[in-house]
């Protein structure tokens, strides 16, 4: 379980979301911020991201 960034140096402030790494048809890979993976398959969280200030 990753745990989303609380300070993060020179980015008081900073807006995070978490990424998951998700499967599609055909063994094609992406990231998306969307835990459902937009209707494809769910493979592992990659830990959070800065999204904005």
Excluded at 16 to 31: I, K, M, Q, V
Aim: contains cysteine; glycine residues 14%.
């Amino acid at each position: 379980m990753t745990t989303s960034p609380q300070d993060v140096p020179g980015a008081p402030g900073a807006v995070s979301a978490e990424l998951f790494h998700c499967r599609a048809g055909r063994g094609d890979l992406f990231d998306s911020r969307d835990r459902a993976c937009e209707g494809q398959t769910l493979d592992r969280s990659l830990g959070s991201v800065i999204t904005g200030a």
